[in-house]
């Protein structure tokens, strides 16, 4: 990802950034240009530009041949805007090679006549460039006002709520599986710790009283660090089941909106609820050996209510991870339907 290599490169180039949405954008000379990256550690570089009147477009292999040499994987020319895909590599590097390709396009286009323009349509004009959900455009006031009614229908468009919740549902179940691994290996390691202090102790100072005493106060002192490790082990499982069921939303219900958040919450907190219930003994089809104020009978079941308890409170430690799972997806959410000027 550019990341927090955006701003250096924006820097090299006298671009502008937006590092929520890591792009950069501006001008070089008329011509609106900008940059983003795509998937395979590539950058894609675009103009907007046409030919003047009686121009030809190029050959792609003409214009490669004027950019430097293997850095340049692909070029594409269309009347209203050219494209260049580059590899990234190191910062310094790759905005030398952004800075070449820059300047040649500019130099081309001012040598053959081409002029500023919008890349949806063409009409003429040093033109604004827009944020159009996670690309950019130069459009003119036309397309723009098009552009902008069409985001804002989407932005109106409510998720596929069937769709959605079986998408959460298969993310949840996910989430769940990979969450009882780690889980499993945090108490695998915790237990083997302690099984070599254990064992240690006894090689050290035999099976006495001492050695009892000294592993009873370590076992104290361990609390610290595996209830630390607990809480942190419940906020890394709870981002860990959350991000695939708003995922699987999102994926089958189209979007992620509020409606998302609810079912994606729901879920989660229904198999978080679910396994601790179980865990810890809350139903149970036998009849208990004694009754007491904390059990409940609701037809042939019997319901521990201390156990109902305990596994809300159990649940709530996945709060915090749960949430910045969600709010980053809405946040991304919001960032694949925003339109807005930013030049």
Known sequence: M????????AQGLHFLSDTNCRFLYGRIGPYPAWVREIPGSQLLLSAAAKPGANGVLPAAEDIRRMLPQGAVLSIKITPFRWQVVVKRGKTPETTLLVKQVFDTLEQYFSQ??????????????????????????????????????????DRKRPSKLGKGILGALGGTALGTAVSL???????????????????GFYSMFGNTQDAVTIIGLTALIWLIPALSGLLMLAFVCGFLMML????????????????GIAVSVLCVGAFLFAFYFWLLGGLSFAEPAYYSIGVIRIGGLYFDMNSLMASAIFSACYVPGIAIAGFGEMDRQKRREAFRRLL
């Open 2 to 9: 550019l990341g927090s290599d955006l701003r250096a490169m």
């Open 112 to 153: 053959n006549g081409y002029r500023p323009c919008c890349a949806k349509c063409g009409a003429e004009g040093v033109m604004p460039i827009y944020q159009c959900g996670q690309i950019m455009r130069a459009l003119c006031d036309d397309c723009a006002g098009e552009t902008a009614f069409l985001a804002k229908k």
């Open 181 to 199: 691994l780690l889980s499993f290996l945090f108490w695998m390691a915790c237990s083997l710790a302690f099984y070599v202090l254990e064992a």
């Open 244 to 259: 695939p069921a708003s995922k699987g939303y999102a994926l089958l219900g189209g979007k992620y909106d509020v409606r």
